[in-house]
């Protein structure tokens, strides 16, 4: 099998975080986003979309979406647990992983695609027909980066991880996040205390350096 990566994209560095905790190594073909090579005709017989990163496995079909890729190693090689062990645990992780998606993740995609001259015309990743940038997306951004960064310190103030005791693929999800916002000058403030200090831990895991 094949994972079609990126350097400096947050969703394939999911990725890679995700399998350097398990232990598992996998072929990679690395896709250059400068010279646009995602859009392509090579790699989007790989996946149409557009986007990275791609899982291909060895029959030829193809798994797209970071977490559905992290997912199907889980369920490959289950240790270490990364998506939790118990049915609460699961859901604990899955509903932290959602809101940092949908709230850190989304914050920091509209400011950079919406509020960035480099992406004019292409508001949105991916193989779309011209995409115009929306200027009140980028400030919607901003307000919800503000948000979801005061609302994770204060969540951190009571555990070392995102959601407790143990390091999980929501902490992989919130590391790349907050890693990529910085492309957005979207950044952690001094007194977030809390969420630096986890911060700081997650990025000195070995795994971070994938």
């Known amino acids: 099998m094949k994972l079609f990566d990126a350097v400096w994209a947050p969703s394939p560095r999911r990725v890679r975080i995700y399998l350097a905790e398990k232990g598992i190594a996998i072929e990679r073909v690395m896709i250059d986003l400068r010279k646009d090579e995602q859009l392509g005709p090579d790699y989007l017989a790989i996946n149409p979309r557009g986007m990275v990163p791609a899982l291909q496995l060895d029959d030829g079909e193809v798994i797209c979406e970071s977490a559905a890729i992290c997912r199907y190693f889980e369920a490959v090689q289950p240790d270490p647990p990364l998506f939790g062990r118990t049915p609460l645990e699961i859901a604990r992780i899955e509903s932290a992983t959602r809101?940092?998606?949908?709230?850190?993740?989304?914050?920091?995609?509209?400011?950079?695609?919406?509020?960035?001259?480099?992406?004019?015309?292409?508001?949105a990743a991916g193989k779309w027909p011209e995409m115009a940038?929306?200027?009140?997306?980028?400030?919607?951004?901003?307000?919800?980066?503000?948000?979801?960064?005061?609302?994770?310190?204060?969540?951190?103030?009571?555990?070392?991880?995102?959601?407790?005791?143990d390091y999980t693929f929501a902490?992989?999800?919130?590391?790349?996040?907050?890693?990529?916002?910085?492309?957005?000058?979207?950044?952690?403030?001094?007194?977030?205390?809390?969420?630096?200090?986890?911060?700081?831990?997650a990025s000195a895991r070995p795994s971070a350096a994938a």
């Open 133 to 165: 940038q929306i200027p009140q997306l980028a400030a919607r951004g901003t307000i919800m980066w503000d948000m979801f960064v005061a609302m994770l310190d204060k969540e951190l103030a009571t555990r070392p991880w995102v959601t407790g005791e």
């Open 171 to 201: 902490d992989i999800t919130a590391l790349a996040t907050i890693d990529f916002a910085k492309s957005a000058r979207l950044t952690m403030p001094e007194s977030a205390a809390n969420l630096r200090r986890w911060h700081a831990a």
């Open 99 to 123: 809101r940092i998606e949908s709230e850190g993740y989304a914050a920091a995609v509209y400011v950079l695609r919406n509020g960035n001259p480099a992406f004019t015309g292409r508001g």
